[in-house]
């Protein structure tokens, strides 16, 4: 095959790709699902909350995600994570939090790394939620994740948790 047929592929791969991505984001269809649980869902104050995180590829091609580099902390490679007490209120963030979020100086250590995740398929990840926000006393907390597929530009929430922190 010529240049030119090679081009003539490449522009069709081009078209088909973003006819694709267009009638996903016009459909409002979510590329993907997230599903979070807790091993336990009553914990000490002072103990780690760690929230497992499934996200399943719901789009019907591959999708190209980012992922932290094991850690479960580095999680924050594509998650935004929010966390209200009883009263609707989050609390404290913490400075790692601050420093993610840009609202404080200071550096954290992350090594995203891009994986292609099949359509119909699941990845696990994961996060330590006191890693992002202040549990010290004792209550409620009502826990949920988000992420935005960058094709579709799509927010996608997942199930929320609840996890009560005991003296």
């Not at 592929?9 to 790709?17: D, N």
């Not at 119909?120 to 004792?138: R, W």
Request: glycine share 10%; hydrophobic share 35%.
């Amino acid at each position: 095959m010529g240049t030119l047929g090679r081009l003539a592929v490449l522009a069709l791969l081009i078209v088909v790709t973003a006819t694709e991505c267009l009638a996903q984001k016009s459909s409002g269809q979510q590329p993907f699902t997230l599903t979070i649980a807790v091993d336990q869902t009553t914990i000490k104050v002072g103990s780690q909350i760690r929230l497992r995180i499934t996200l399943t590829n719901t789009s019907g091609q591959d999708l190209l995600i980012g992922r932290g580099n094991g850690d479960a902390r580095a999680a924050e490679a594509g998650y935004r994570i929010e966390v209200l007490n009883e009263k609707g209120k989050n609390p404290p963030e913490t400075k790692y939090q601050r420093v993610i979020k840009g609202e404080e100086d200071g550096i954290f250590w992350s090594s995203p790394i891009g994986i292609t995740l099949q359509s119909g398929k699941t990845y696990e990840d994961g996060m330590i939620v006191n890693d992002f926000y202040d549990l010290s006393q004792p209550g409620t907390y009502t826990i949920q994740v988000q992420r935005t597929d960058h094709q579709s530009k799509i927010l996608v929430k997942s199930n929320k948790v609840t996890v009560t922190v005991t003296p």
